[in-house]
């Protein structure tokens, strides 16, 4: 399983929220690089980078940190926030993104993000699968589509995605554990390549994810307050 440690972005700067409060916005570090350099030095060599200016934008805004982090390191990057455009997506992968993470825009203009997928590939490009309640959510995470998460994963998966982002919003930076229950589900129906998020709050989440089957597991908050060692992470991978 890959370990991918977040980077969120606000005014350029290395961020995290709570249950994606922009009301309830920490600061970590002013620069996302020395943060980025910092995940290379102990062997962790993915990165999930949100721009969470973007998501609120409706268009990408921090490209500049996603070009800096590319450049200034060997991280594989996986880019989401304000990806809404033709013009976006050219715009990430330019500036160095490896994946690129569709959330909003697959939920809204399905056709557009199946063309994408068309172009590019599955390999390209991640489902962002964010609920709250089981609900897909939107637009930042401010907005419900009323549609059930499994429901939705599985129904892109017919169309050809393979990696799915899910992120319950509930657990998202409250440190409180992963939603277990959900991604089991999604594995026991599904074939994705699900990459859990949200939570996460010890080593012993990250061995219960994988054990469930996950491909992937994405956590932030957890290393920024210190609950998860680098170190620790570095043994991991």
Avoid at 167 to 191: C, N, R, V, W
Wanted: proline share 2%.
């Amino acid at each position: 399983m890959r370990i991918i440690p977040a980077i969120d972005i606000i005014d350029g700067k290395c961020v995290r929220l709570t249950m994606g409060d922009y009301s309830k916005m920490k600061i970590y570090n002013e620069d996302p690089l020395e943060v980025a350099k910092q995940f290379e030095d102990h062997g962790i060599k993915y990165l999930h980078l949100v721009d969470l200016d973007g998501a609120r934008s409706k268009r990408i805004v921090n490209w500049k940190v996603l070009q800096r982090i590319s450049s200034k390191t060997k991280l594989s990057v996986d880019f989401g926030g304000g990806i809404k455009s033709k013009e976006d997506l050219e715009l990430a992968f330019d500036n160095g993104a490896s994946q690129l993470t569709a959330g909003s825009i697959a939920s809204q203009k399905p056709d557009l993000f199946l063309s994408w997928l068309e172009r590019y590939g599955p390999g390209k490009i991640i489902l962002g699968a964010d609920c709250k309640n089981r609900l897909i959510m939107t637009d930042g995470w401010t907005a419900s589509s009323g549609i059930d998460v499994v429901d939705y994963i599985k129904d892109y998966l017919n169309r050809g995605v393979k990696s799915v982002i899910c992120t319950d919003i509930g657990k998202d930076g409250m440190l409180m554990g992963p939603s277990f229950e959900l991604y089991e589900e999604i594995i026991a129906t599904t074939e994705s390549s699900l990459i859990a998020s949200g939570g996460i709050n010890s080593i012993a989440d990250i061995k219960k994810l994988k054990q469930l089957g996950c491909e992937g597991a994405i956590l932030g908050k957890a290393i920024y307050e210190g609950r998860i060692k680098l170190k620790k992470l570095s043994e991991l991978c």
